[in-house]
């Protein structure tokens, strides 16, 4: 097996952080560029970033490499950092990202990274990749990881106690949206679509379960809706596996591509899924076969969440399709199988 040495920060992704955890080998060290984020399970090694430089603090891992043939970031800033650590040590690297960069300062990091073979970058989806390589990107150093996601054990009893912390009936209707908070994700279109069904008469309550940087704005929007009560943000007080455990349909009205990893987790988790017609989510859900696909927008978001949620059947079935999708491409041990390839073609595009 090819071993990893791992770099995170205190602002990675949570959604992302849980892919590490998932794939990560036992025994592989895990270290933080700065402060340690916060929702992972595996220890993690906080490394000083001299004047909050993630550059010089990854000249100043080099005794934690180890034997370690690849560093492995999961973040941008992780990334500066481990450009620094793999060219002081001459190991490969690998970049983990959500989905292709949504700005043009990131675009230009990961041009000057990948661009020289300094970096080979993974993402989620062949649109992603697709997208890095219209953007000039060599195609050899960009590979495609399905992301990986499994039911949690124990759900009909988790699925009891969140219910019962929340406070809701067993029969209540209970949505979630549990992509992390970050722009073009989607949340105030669900907020507002929850708000239409409740206008519509139709009794759901929501979940909000993640955490991020547009969190404020987030809760300031689902306040502006007039049904705030029924909006529940659990973050801190259940895990996003957790309340999608508790949940019977999750909802990812996405404006742009985000990231597609919450929707494989809700999708192992057999819940009927509405997500907007973006092509990353076109083709994790096979063209709509394991969810309700819709223009992006409250309006579109909340006619698909309607049919959901009003066809019991419906969501059942579709549940079902996005169980067995699930499990046929994001078991764990298999997508960790398939990183292992990619590490091999990084020290490959390494040595040559």
Same mark, same amino acid.
């Not at 989806?125 to 890095?132: E, G, H, I, K, V």
């Not at 507002?192 to 969190?215: N, R």
């Given at each position: 097996?090819?071993?990893?040495?791992?770099?995170?920060?205190?602002?990675?992704? =949570?959604?992302?952080?849980?892919?590490?955890?998932?794939?990560?080998?036992?025994?592989? $060290?895990?270290?933080?560029?700065?402060?340690?984020?916060?929702?992972?399970?595996?220890?993690?090694?906080?490394?000083?970033? =001299?004047?909050?430089?993630?550059?010089?603090? %990854?000249?100043?891992? $080099?005794?934690?490499?180890?034997?370690?043939?690849?560093?492995?970031?999961?973040?941008?800033? #992780?990334?500066?950092? %481990? $450009?620094?650590?793999?060219?002081?040590?001459?190991?490969?690297?690998?970049?983990?990202?959500?989905?292709?960069?949504?700005?043009?300062?990131?675009? /230009?990091?990961?041009?000057?990274?990948?661009?020289?073979?300094?970096?080979?970058?993974?993402?989620?989806?062949?649109?992603? @990749?697709?997208?890095?390589?219209?953007?000039?990107?060599?195609?050899?150093?960009?590979? !495609?990881?399905? =992301?990986?996601?499994?039911?949690?054990?124990?759900?009909?009893?988790?699925?009891?106690?969140?219910?019962?912390?929340?406070?809701?009936?067993?029969?209540?209707?209970?949505?979630? +949206? *549990?992509?992390?908070?970050?722009?073009?994700?989607?949340?105030?279109?669900?907020?507002?679509?929850? #708000?239409?069904?409740?206008?519509?008469?139709?009794?759901?309550?929501? #979940?909000?379960?993640?955490?991020?940087?547009?969190?404020?704005?987030?809760?300031?929007?689902?306040?502006?809706? %007039?049904?705030?009560?029924?909006?529940?943000?659990?973050?801190?007080?259940?895990?996003?596996?957790?309340?999608? #455990?508790?949940?019977?349909?999750? !909802?990812?009205?996405?404006? @742009? %591509? !985000?990231?597609?990893?919450?929707?494989?987790?809700?999708?192992?988790?057999?819940?009927?899924?509405?997500?907007?017609?973006?092509?990353?989510?076109?083709?994790?859900?096979?063209?709509?076969? +394991?969810?309700?696909?819709?223009?992006?927008?409250?309006?579109?978001?909340?006619?698909?969440?309607?049919?959901?949620?009003?066809?019991?059947?419906?969501? $059942? @079935?579709?549940?079902?399709?996005?169980?067995?999708?699930?499990?046929?491409?994001?078991? =764990? *041990?298999?997508?960790?199988? /398939?990183?292992?390839?990619?590490?091999?073609?990084?020290?490959?595009?390494?040595?040559?």
């Amino acid at each position: 097996m090819i071993e990893a040495l791992h770099i995170v920060d205190d602002l990675a992704r =949570p959604d992302v952080l849980e892919q590490l955890d998932l794939l990560a080998g036992a025994g592989e $060290r895990i270290i933080s560029a700065g402060p340690p984020p916060a929702g992972l399970a595996r220890p993690v090694e906080p490394v000083h970033c =001299p004047m909050g430089s993630a550059r010089l603090g %990854g000249l100043r891992m $080099r005794d934690l490499a180890g034997n370690a043939q690849v560093i492995h970031a999961w973040s941008t800033k #992780a990334l500066l950092a %481990g $450009r620094e650590l793999a060219l002081a040590t001459g190991r490969a690297m690998v970049l983990t990202i959500p989905a292709s960069p949504t700005n043009e300062d990131h675009w /230009k990091l990961l041009s000057q990274a990948v661009g020289p073979g300094l970096v080979n970058v993974v993402v989620p989806t062949d649109f992603a @990749r697709r997208q890095l390589i219209a953007a000039q990107l060599p195609g050899r150093f960009c590979h !495609v990881l399905p =992301p990986a996601a499994r039911p949690m054990a124990g759900a009909n009893e988790v699925r009891k106690k969140v219910r019962e912390g929340l406070g809701l009936a067993e029969d209540a209707k209970l949505l979630v +949206a *549990p992509d992390p908070f970050v722009r073009h994700a989607g949340h105030e279109n669900a907020s507002w679509s929850h #708000a239409i069904l409740q206008h519509a008469s139709l009794d759901t309550k929501l #979940a909000i379960p993640s955490s991020g940087p547009m969190e404020d704005h987030v809760r300031f929007f689902a306040h502006t809706t %007039g049904f705030d009560e029924d909006v529940h943000f659990t973050d801190g007080r259940f895990s996003v596996a957790e309340v999608l #455990a508790a949940s019977d349909i999750a !909802v990812f009205p996405q404006t @742009r %591509g !985000v990231g597609v990893f919450a929707i494989a987790s809700a999708m192992a988790a057999g819940l009927g899924i509405l997500a907007s017609n973006l092509d990353a989510m076109v083709e994790l859900t096979g063209a709509g076969q +394991a969810a309700v696909l819709a223009e992006p927008g409250p309006r579109e978001t909340a006619a698909g969440l309607l049919e959901l949620a009003d066809d019991d059947d419906l969501a $059942r @079935r579709l549940g079902q399709a996005a169980r067995d999708r699930a499990a046929r491409m994001f078991d =764990p *041990p298999d997508v960790a199988k /398939k990183l292992q390839a990619i590490y091999a073609a990084a020290l490959e595009t390494k040595t040559h």
